[in-house]
T-cell receptor, first 113, second 113 residues
Framework: KAGVTQTPRYLIKTRGQQVTLSCSPI?????VSWYQQTPGQGLQFLFE???????NKGNFPGRFSGRQFSNSRSEMNVSTLELGDSALYLC????????????FGPGTRLTVL | AQTVTQSQPEMSVQEAETVTLSCTYD???????LFWYKQPPSRQMILVIR??????QNATENRFSVNFQKAAKSFSLKISDSQLGDAAMYFC??????????FGAGTTVTVRA
């Protein structure tokens, strides 16, 4: 079974631009979560989607948004990029019902110049 | 809000020896799950071990075991017979019925040959 895939793996943007990251979950998984990892703040939860509905959202500004499609693939968008948005963005998928193990993708490394 | 604390930024262990990583958490929930994740230099997050709060028996996975003290809100990870491949950053994580993982700051484990 293929793992969680994230595209692109690396991205360089400039301040003020916007970016869209993509995540394809493991086949059969209906929940997708997004996390931001930085040296200063560590791993922080962004949001979680299940069957196209956002069930939980972390404490991030409205510039960070996401969505999930009917095939469970998910995208997150960051608008008006700031230098502090430079991070590793990790996506995780799970079955979504009850307590299930989250399987992580390799991440997208975003650099904002 | 739940908080997860890892008080050891770095730990070093001799190959074949044992190392214990500490983790404490704060929660008012009675039903929750605790995890240890490993993140090697590749940045791929890998689940090492999982503990359900309602289970009194400590979880074990091969050379990895936990000491779960629910009353003390403590969840330590013991790595026995350490191998070079165990070198990574280890994160303690918590989840209750809110579809998100809360992570500690991480502990970097170095294995000396």
């Amino acid at each position: 079974k293929a793992g969680v895939t994230q595209t692109p793996r690396y991205l360089i943007k400039t301040r003020g631009q916007q970016v869209t990251l993509s995540c394809s979950p493991i086949s059969g998984h209906r929940s997708v979560s997004w996390y931001q990892q930085t040296p200063g703040q560590g791993l922080q939860f962004l949001f979680e989607y299940f069957s196209e509905t956002q069930r939980n959202k972390g404490n991030f500004p409205g510039r960070f948004s996401g969505r999930q499609f009917s095939n469970s693939r998910s995208e997150m968008n960051v608008s008006t990029l700031e230098l502090g948005d430079s991070a590793l963005y990790l996506c995780a998928s799970s079955l979504g019902q009850g307590y299930n193990e989250q399987f992580f993708g390799p991440g997208t490394r975003l650099t904002v110049l | 809000a739940q908080t997860v604390t890892q008080s050891q930024p770095e730990m070093s262990v001799q190959e074949a020896e044992t190392v214990t990583l500490s983790c404490t958490y704060d929660t008012s929930e009675s039903d929750y799950y605790l995890f240890w994740y490993k993140q090697p230099p590749s940045r791929q997050m890998i689940l090492v071990i999982r503990q359900e709060a309602y289970k009194q028996q400590n979880a074990t996975e091969n050379r990895f075991s936990v000491n779960f003290q629910k009353a003390a809100k403590s969840f330590s990870l013991k790595i026995s017979d350490s191998q070079l491949g165990d070198a990574a950053m280890y994160f303690c994580a918590y989840t209750s019925n809110d579809y998100k993982l809360s992570f500690g700051a991480g502990t970097t484990v170095t294995v000396r040959a």
